[in-house]
């Protein structure tokens, strides 16, 4: 079963415009981490955001802010003002606890353009 | 300056042959993974360590192994086992559940 889930493959969205990419997870656990990362055509991956799952204040960084829904499990990135470096792919990723041991999982990906 | 170094950036494998992709941090981070990516398949995980000498599979760890000897120290061996080995190989480390995981600039590994 996907734990964490991106219905986006693909999004465009104009420059100066918002966008914002979903992403919904699945976990029995009450606290929990959740993290946005970007991947620019050079492929490092990059920190966006972070957001304590007890935490009810949803994380905000410069442009970039989310939507915390904790009883629907969702978990989503808006960009405002979207520039041409914002061009990337974005994965949503938490700290998944298993058997004792903790795992980091991400979703698939949403493959963001930002167009002129 | 602390970081996570992989290398080598490109490697080449003929069928049949190990190859051993390195991962390197000087974070004094404990945990550290092993992903491979696809395109469409975002990251999947192979391996992942909290400690040293010890290490669990991830969703995809059949025909790979890895070792944590030290605690800098995380490699990955694509053994002929795996059937489909050309792909992108992400490592990454972090110091807990929390924090940042920070990444490599990976490896990209072609079978010929």
């Known amino acids: 079963a996907q734990t964490v889930t991106q219905s986006q493959p693909e999004m465009s969205v104009q420059e100066a415009e918002t966008v914002t990419l979903s992403c919904t997870y699945d976990t029995s656990e009450n606290n929990y981490y959740l993290f946005w990362y970007k991947q620019p055509p050079s492929r490092q991956m990059i920190l966006v955001i972070r957001q304590e799952a007890y935490k009810q204040q949803n994380a905000t960084e410069n442009r970039f802010s989310v939507n915390f829904q904790k009883a629907a499990k969702s978990f989503s990135l808006k960009i405002s003002d979207s520039q041409l470096g914002d061009t990337a792919m974005y994965f949503c990723?938490?700290?998944?606890?298993?058997?004792?041991?903790?795992?980091?999982?991400f979703g698939k990906g949403t493959k963001l353009t930002v167009n002129p | 300056d602390g970081g996570i170094t992989q290398s080598p950036k490109y490697l080449f494998r003929k069928e049949g042959q190990n190859v051993t992709l390195s991962c390197e941090q000087n974070?004094?981070?404990?945990?550290m993974y092993w992903y491979r990516q696809d395109p469409g398949q975002g990251l999947r995980l192979i391996y992942y360590s909290q400690i040293v000498n010890d290490f669990q599979k991830g969703d995809i760890a059949e025909g790979y192994s890895v070792s944590r000897e030290k605690k800098e120290s995380f490699p990955l061996t694509v053994t002929s086992a795996q059937k489909n080995p050309t792909a992108f190989y992400l490592c990454?480390?972090?110091?807990?559940?929390?924090?940042?995981?920070?990444f490599g600039q990976g490896t990209r590994l072609t079978v010929v």
């Open positions: 990723a938490f700290v998944l606890t298993q058997g004792g041991s903790e795992k980091l999982v």
């Open positions: 974070l004094n981070h404990d945990a």
């Open positions: 990454a480390s972090s110091i807990g559940r929390a924090a940042e995981a920070f």
